[in-house]
């Protein structure tokens, strides 16, 4: 549940850790070999040539992390970075945009190197040199033009530029800054499903004082390696898809949730407390009793509740079952990490879902792993780690042998009020190696008009990703959240919701129940619109097929 909420404007993009494909799945990389392999041009000027060794991290990074079927590609050779790596490029020191179109460059590199992937960081010299953001953005547009030329199915990767803070050049900070917020636009209008455009904010968390040399060039240590983390799950996502194993169980199609026997399903659902009423347990069949198809089911890893242990839960399965219920289990434990001292991590989270692995194994079916909920608070830095954090997860989830469908909650306490999960859910999908993971938006103050339910919904759909709502209310501290559009809009776009909550909410958030002390036949206001109103439980939930 969403606690509080505060409206900084600091807008951070954020970078993903590795992911290891299990030891035993080695055949999907050796098929994947067997493809050319993907072409990849760094265009840019010092910042990614001299010696630009965020290339030889990012190669490195990439090979090690299962994607070895990978050129980089570029007339300039590799420099010195302390080890081996394929370091062609065409990072020219001292180039500009405008530069490079007026000379007419760009089409005799694409020539010579036929690129699948262009990563591209630059404008930083036309900056300095003082030309216009719309004289750069119209460069852009003719080296766009002329990399679709030389492949009609190129994908561009584009940086925010890093900031710049030289002693000879007082206003080009803000002229990054003028320059950067143009650069998502541009995007938008220029990406075509053929020949996509990615923005990578390289500028947000990147500090001229601690990551740069001389306020310009990244240095050796923390400067190369976030504008390799920042790259990583963009270039990922770029990549052709690798032969993994297919799902068992309850798996991710497209935008879709499917059961095994690939019949859609379409979540509809309540949120129990059990970590803190663990004796309710005929919840479980009060909550079926309403008609919904789904329970999401609050448990501790020990950290701040709990721990659940792995009887409880194998006791918990087994309820959900026996109600005919989809079972969504979540780690409370994270809730506001960053503001709440006591919350634990994502990587705590996954730990605490390896030890009770035996009590989920064979359960694909029935059961779902929400990571851990509301991961992150309003903590600007902290929830900028949202990917790295999830696709870390992820990663140590699937190496333990787990092939269940996964949740991963938002951050800034759930709402994602800066849009940091819906930019870089993609990524994280990408990274998951069975690509069987859904996103889960709470929505209460923050999503108060049908507007802003409407946006957030449409973005999702418009990349192609699985969504649900996790958790929502029909009032809150912190706003009214508009819960008929809510209902409406999941209920005509196939979108599964679970209301918050069946019972038991205290510290002034008690209209959040929907059963008074968890008496089913004694509604709340909020209990007879969500179980019973239009779109409501009752009207639109369908019991999962795997119970026939």
């Not at 949740?407 to 870089?424: E, K, L, S, T, V």
């Amino acid at each position: 549940m969403t606690k509080r909420l505060n409206f900084a404007v600091l807008f951070v993009l954020l970078a993903s850790m590795l992911f290891v494909a299990p030891a035993a799945r080695t055949a999907p990389v050796a098929r994947a070999a067997e493809a050319a392999a993907t072409r990849i041009m760094p265009l840019g000027d010092s910042i990614t040539g001299s010696p630009g060794c965020w290339r030889a991290l990012l190669w490195r990074h990439l090979r090690d992390s299962g994607h070895p079927n990978i050129d980089f590609v570029g007339t300039l050779p590799a420099q010195g970075c302390g080890f081996a790596y394929d370091g062609e490029n065409e990072g020219h020191g001292g180039f500009l945009a405008t530069g490079i179109v007026r000379n007419n460059q760009l089409p005799g590199w694409l020539a010579t190197t036929r690129p699948d992937i262009v990563l591209m960081h630059l404008g930083t010299n036309d900056v300095w040199n003082n030309i216009s953001t719309s004289s750069i953005l119209n460069a852009y547009t003719t080296l766009l033009g002329q990399m679709r030329a030389s492949n009609p199915r190129i994908k561009l990767v584009m940086a925010r530029i890093i900031p710049m803070n030289p002693s000879g050049c007082t206003a080009c900070g803000q002229r990054v800054v003028d320059l950067n917020s143009a650069i998502p636009g541009w995007a938008r209008a220029h990406s075509t499903a053929a020949s996509p455009i990615t923005v990578v904010d390289q500028w947000s968390g990147f500090n001229t004082a601690t990551d740069t040399a001389d306020g310009v060039h990244p240095n050796s240590t923390s400067g190369i390696q976030k504008i390799e983390r920042r790259w990583y799950p963009a270039v990922v996502a770029a990549l052709p898809p690798t032969l993994a194993p297919e799902a068992v169980g309850l798996r991710v199609s497209g935008t879709r949730i499917v059961e095994a026997n690939g019949a859609t399903f379409v979540m509809r659902g309540v949120n129990h407390p059990y970590v803190w009423y663990p004796s309710q347990n005929s919840s479980f069949a009060n909550i079926k009793a309403t008609g919904a198809n789904t329970i999401r089911v609050v448990l501790g890893s020990g950290k701040r509740w709990g721990p659940t242990s792995v009887n409880e839960v194998t006791n918990i399965v087994s309820l959900c079952k026996q109600s005919r219920l989809i079972c969504v289990l979540e780690v409370h434990d994270t809730t506001g990490y960053g503001d709440e001292g006591a919350a634990a991590t994502l990587d705590q989270a996954a730990s605490y879902w390896i030890s009770v692995a035996g009590a989920l194994r064979g359960q694909e079916n029935y059961v779902v792993i929400n990571l851990g909920n509301e991961p992150f608070g309003n903590n600007q830095q902290v929830s900028a780690t949202w990917a790295s954090a999830t696709t870390s997860a992820i990663r140590r989830l699937r190496s333990a042998g787990f092939q269940h469908l996964l949740m991963a909650d938002a951050p800034m306490w759930g709402q994602d009020w800066q849009n940091i999960m819906r930019d870089n859910a993609g990524s994280v999908l990408n990274s998951d190696p069975q690509r069987n993971t859904v996103f889960s938006i709470h929505m209460y103050g923050v999503y108060n008009t049908a507007a802003k339910v409407n946006a957030y919904f449409d973005a999702f759909r418009n990349a192609g990703l699985p969504l649900v709502v996790g958790e929502f209310g029909s009032m809150h501290s912190d706003g009214d959240p508009d819960e008929n559009t809510i209902m409406a809009q999941a209920q005509s776009r196939g979108l599964g919701y679970l209301g918050w909550s069946w019972s038991g909410n205290g510290g002034g958030v008690e209209y959040l129940d929907m059963v008074r002390s968890f008496n089913p036949s004694n509604l709340t206001t909020w209990g007879q619109r969500f179980l019973n109103g239009t779109n409501g439980i009752r009207q639109s939930s369908r019991q999962a097929t795997i119970y026939g």
